[in-house]
């Protein structure tokens, strides 16, 4: 990890050495999802997860072929799109991906300038740059694409004071359950085809100006039947981080081999998002239905004071507590984390999402691997897909 500089510009941090500065962005901006029937995907969303009614788009503020719904949760954004007529790419990406993410939109000061920085390195483009305007002043977005059919959209949004985006209205609905704690999105990890990882960690620093910080290779991260490896890219201020996964040749199929075959093509594997009481989080979230990977053996629970090493003092929690949720803990050299992964949220099993509090730690589980992975074969296996 690199000397902390700041970037005089743009106001930012830079926590990563080589990093590029070309493309200085200031968070996520929203995820969205392409769904077969948003309104039913808005309910669920807001039901299980605590995310708030925010924006609306359709037929009555005038758009004739698709309708979103904007979520908010803290500083989180969901999009949910459907298509409103069979002749449509939300329809068609749909049709072959089942419910996923489409657009992984990023906060930017200038879509003009990241659109062409980053066309200029090679991207390929899925929208020039676009000015949009209503009555609360005006945005500018643009979007290239990356693995699979997903895109990054930039998004400029200083000149505008509305709800979400130029069209939106604000979603009034009298059904609006409490929140659960989901902060912001910590990470999101994208699953690429065989012999692609590299591929595709060569793009984000080459196109995007990321740096890769942590590497797991398929000696690292395996179980008895099978093997992946995963590169994490940040951007300089370490605000986004994208893992990508690949399969790796074990006795029987990856998880990431499972999610191709399903998805079809590569795609976003999980969405890590962040709370401060992962605990009090984890509870609400399975009194609302929400269903995560079965716990690992009493061993793992057993071994957890041994796992934090120096950091065993610092822990608040207590274990019992988080194995009756089924949490996991994992350390390394700067503190401990406490995650925990649900099932797939569509019966493909693609997406899925991470809950994790980070107590100092930067890692991503790695100690949690083969527990995890395990956890996923014993679902694999019911589905016959192991
Ligand atoms: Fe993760």
């Known amino acids: 990890m690199g000397k902390e500089v700041k970037s005089v510009e743009y106001g930012l941090e830079k926590i990563f050495e080589g990093a590029q500065d070309f493309l200085p962005l200031l968070g996520t901006d929203y995820v969205e999802f392409y ?10 969303y807001k ?3 605590g995310f708030q009614s925010h924006a609306y788009s359709g037929l009555e503020t005038g758009v004739k ?3 979103s719904y904007v979520l908010k949760q803290d500083k989180i954004r969901l999009v949910l799109t459907t298509a409103l007529k069979s ?8 049709k072959k991906h089942g419910d996923g993410v489409k657009v992984i939109a990023l906060w930017v000061e200038d879509a003009r300038s990241a659109f062409e920085e980053t066309v200029k390195r090679g991207a390929k483009p899925y929208m020039e740059p676009t000015v ?8 500018v977005r643009a979007g290239i694409y990356t693995y699979g059919e997903t895109i990054h959209m930039f998004v400029e949004r200083k000149n ?4 979400f985006l130029p069209g939106f209205v604000k979603w009034e609905s009298d059904y609006n359950p409490a929140p659960v704690g989901l902060k912001f999105i910590d990470h999101m990890v994208g ?8 591929t595709w960690v060569k793009w984000y620093e080459d196109v995007m100006g990321f740096v890769n910080f942590l590497s797991f290779d398929d000696k690292q991260i395996h179980t008895e039947y099978s093997a992946l490896m995963s590169k994490v890219m940040s951007n300089g201020n370490g605000r986004i981080k994208f893992p990508i996964n690949e399969p790796a040749k074990g006795k029987k199929k990856s998880q990431i081999e499972e999610y191709l075959d399903f998805y079809e093509t590569p795609g976003v594997q999980h969405i890590a998002i962040a709370t401060d009481d992962i605990i009090k989080t984890v509870a609400e979230l399975k009194k609302r239905g929400i269903e995560f990977l079965p716990p690992p053996p009493q061993a793992y629970y057993d071994e957890i004071p041994a796992r934090l090493g120096k950091h065993r003092d610092m822990m608040k929690e207590d274990i019992k507590k988080l194995q009756e949720l089924c949490i996991l803990v994992d350390a390394d050299e700067e503190g401990y984390l406490l995650q925990i992964f649900t099932k797939p949220v569509e019966d493909r099993p693609t997406l899925f999402f991470e809950i994790i509090q980070r107590m100092g730690a930067k890692g991503f589980g790695a100690g949690n691997f083969k527990a995890l992975f395990e956890s996923i074969e014993r679902e694999q296996a019911k589905r016959g897909t192991l």
Do not use: L
Not at 87 to 94: A, E, R, T, Y
Not at 160 to 163: E, I, M, S
């Open 160 to 163: 505008y004071q509305g709800v």
């Open 191 to 198: 699953n690429v085809g065989w012999g692609e990882m590299n």
């Open 35 to 44: 769904v077969g029937n948003a309104k039913q995907a808005a309910h669920f």
């Open 65 to 67: 072929d698709k309708v």
């Open 132 to 139: 949009e305007k209503d009555e609360n002043g005006e945005t």
């Open 87 to 94: 002749d449509s790419p939300i329809g068609d990406h749909v």
């Open 47 to 49: 039901t299980a997860f």
